[in-house]
């Protein structure tokens, strides 16, 4: 396989965005980098230009592929999806964006036989994000957190916890949560050269995005498998951003990685999200809590006098709350759509819905709570299921159709340019299609989980559950995937 070589080095320039020079400088550097910039200023676009870079003249030479770590799901989606729009879908493929857990998770999936039998979780073990299930695991092994602190950098897991946590008591569910999964990859990098061997190869370039909030654990996961290589690595962040202080953020994280990796500091000060109003806003409100001033520059699209902001200060949370239900009557009938408004909160989003939606009752105002959907919806078993749905109900969505299509021919094996077994396949596709209709016209609001839940097992009956999780080395842990599709029937 070949790739065409779109441009020279020296020729290169990123499309539709004007970058600053420093951001320029970035996106053609050969060493390591540390960025730091502030909301707006463009940091994951930095990264889709500089993939855009590596790949179209290729100074990521094929078959090099570029590795993309960020922190939260949607950010790893975002840059992906970018990069995908900025240069096709070839050059893009050898773009792999995930976040630090899921990268950890692939790697223990993949190679969970390279554990030593006494280390070894069993492989259908569920993920425990709230760590109750953990909790219990150290009260049955007599373990406290002292003794079993999973912040530590150095590993201290006994072949007697990690049992109790996986293949212990009767009726306790095997599970792991993310530190402890961060923590097999670890191992099985540090154990196994020809792994990690293979893993420094693939990856001429890695990009860290959201790099203030990098925790130790996760720090010594990117010393392990690049510390001392060729691979260059770029990486950006804001020290200004930092939110995940109390889940364990590194607070030196930037002075260790630039000696470390001896990587080269740059700053950013171009705003290319906020109208020129808004930054005066932000610069006043940074200068009275910081006590200094600094500077920021807006982007290129705006005119000067763009932008409109309000401070609202209240004395109590009743008058934030009535002057919120108000605003948003007053913008619902000036014509805004309801889509259109969001409200972001600094505090837990229930503690602050607790007194918002008591308004939503008084006034008639509906409020939904969107961060229990957003990392549902990067999930690929369920944008399979949502375009199922759609195209079952629907002629009007072409390219969820044409992604079905595309799914469709890889699960049953079939190449493309056999035109006769494709346009039978289609046919299959079409007739069950048409099945799935009936079998959601037929839900009972008496029973809509589990007849939803039975249509969804259709889906994957005709596809072959098998072969789809295949595809999706992440749904290879079936518990995972049970979870993903029960949370989505709940929700729908």
Same mark, same amino acid.
């Given at each position: 396989?070949? #790739?065409?070589?779109?441009?020279?080095?020296?020729?290169?320039?990123?499309?539709?965005?004007?970058?600053?020079?420093?951001?320029?400088?970035?996106?053609?550097?050969?060493?390591?980098?540390? &960025?730091?910039?502030?909301?707006?200023?463009?940091?994951?676009?930095?990264?889709?230009?500089?993939?855009?870079?590596?790949?179209? +003249?290729?100074?990521?030479?094929?078959?090099?592929?570029?590795?993309?770590?960020?922190?939260?799901?949607?950010?790893?989606?975002?840059?992906?999806? @970018? #990069?995908?729009?900025?240069?096709?879908?070839e050059l893009s493929s050898r773009l792999d964006s995930y976040t630090f857990d899921k990268f950890c998770k692939e790697i223990l999936d993949r190679f969970i036989m390279v554990l030593p039998d006494k280390f070894r979780p069993d492989k259908n073990y569920r993920v425990d994000t709230d760590n109750s299930l953990l909790n219990e695991a150290y009260e049955l092994a007599g373990y406290s957190r002292q003794k079993f602190?999973?912040?530590?950098?150095?590993?201290?897991?006994?072949?007697?916890?990690?049992?109790?946590?996986?293949?212990?008591?009767?009726?306790?569910?095997?599970?792991?949560?993310?530190?402890?999964?961060? @923590?097999?990859?670890?191992?099985?990098?540090?154990?196994?050269?020809?792994?990690?061997?293979?893993?420094?190869?693939?990856?001429?370039? #890695?990009?860290?995005?959201?790099?203030?909030? +990098?925790? %130790?654990? /996760?720090?010594?996961?990117?010393?392990?498998?690049?510390q001392g290589t060729c691979s260059i690595i770029t990486a950006v962040g804001d020290q200004k951003q930092r939110i995940m202080l109390w889940a364990g953020a590194m607070p030196d994280v930037s002075q260790k990685y630039e000696l470390?990796?001896?990587?080269?500091?740059?700053?950013?000060?171009?705003?290319? @999200?906020?109208?020129?109003?808004?930054?005066?806003?932000?610069?006043?409100?940074?200068?009275?809590?910081?006590?200094?001033?600094?500077?920021?520059?807006?982007?290129?699209?705006?005119?000067?006098v763009e932008g409109n902001s309000t401070v609202a200060i209240f004395n109590d949370e009743d008058s934030e709350q009535s002057f919120i239900k108000n605003k948003i009557s007053n913008l619902l009938n000036s014509g805004v759509k309801p889509r259109d408004i969001c409200i972001l909160v600094k505090r837990s989003i229930t503690e602050y819905l607790d007194g918002i939606l008591d308004c939503e009752v008084k006034s008639g105002i509906?409020?939904?709570?969107? !961060?229990?959907? /957003?990392?549902?919806?990067?999930?690929? &078993? !369920?944008?399979?299921?949502?375009?199922?749905?759609?195209? %079952?109900?629907?002629?009007?969505?072409?390219?969820?159709?044409?992604?079905? /299509?595309?799914?469709?021919?890889? !699960?049953?094996?079939?190449?493309?340019?056999?035109?006769?077994? &494709?346009?039978?396949?289609?046919?299959?596709?079409e007739t069950f299609l048409q099945s799935l209709n009936k079998t959601l016209n037929k839900i009972d609001s008496s029973s809509e989980f589990e007849d939803l839940r039975n249509a969804v097992d259709a889906i994957f009956s005709y596809l072959g559950e098998k072969a789809y999780k295949d595809m999706y080395p992440q749904y290879e842990n079936g518990s995972y995937f049970e979870e993903n599709v029960n949370k989505f029937c709940s929700l729908l």
């Open positions: 396989m070949s #790739v065409t070589i779109l441009k020279s080095q020296n020729s290169w320039m990123p499309e539709n965005i004007v970058l600053e020079d420093v951001a320029m400088e970035v996106v053609k550097s050969d060493y390591n980098t540390l &960025v730091i910039a502030g909301p707006g200023a463009g940091k994951t676009e930095l990264l889709a230009q500089r993939a855009c870079y590596l790949l179209q +003249t290729n100074t990521c030479p094929y078959p090099k592929r570029i590795l993309a770590v960020s922190f939260k799901k949607d950010s790893a989606s975002n840059l992906g999806e @970018r #990069v995908k729009q900025r240069c096709g879908q602190n999973l912040q530590d950098s150095k590993p201290k897991h006994s072949p007697a916890v990690i049992n109790i946590m996986t293949k212990g008591t009767k009726n306790f569910e095997p599970a792991l949560n993310f530190n402890l999964i961060s @923590r097999f990859a670890i191992y099985i990098l540090k154990h196994n050269e020809y792994i990690l061997k293979s893993l420094q190869k693939t990856y001429s370039h #890695v990009f860290l995005d959201e790099f203030q909030d +990098t925790t %130790s654990l /996760q720090y010594e996961f990117v010393q392990t498998c690049f470390d990796f001896g990587a080269t500091s740059k700053t950013m000060v171009m705003n290319h @999200r906020s109208a020129p109003q808004l930054l005066s806003l932000q610069k006043a409100l940074y200068t009275t809590l910081n006590e200094k001033e600094i500077d920021i520059i807006p982007g290129t699209k705006y005119e000067s509906k409020i939904r709570n969107e !961060v229990i959907y /957003q990392d549902l919806l990067k999930e690929d &078993v !369920v944008n399979l299921i949502l375009a199922m749905l759609l195209c %079952s109900v629907s002629t009007k969505y072409p390219d969820a159709y044409m992604y079905l /299509q595309e799914i469709d021919l890889n !699960v049953h094996g079939i190449d493309i340019d056999d035109v006769e077994k &494709v346009n039978g396949q289609y046919s299959k596709l």
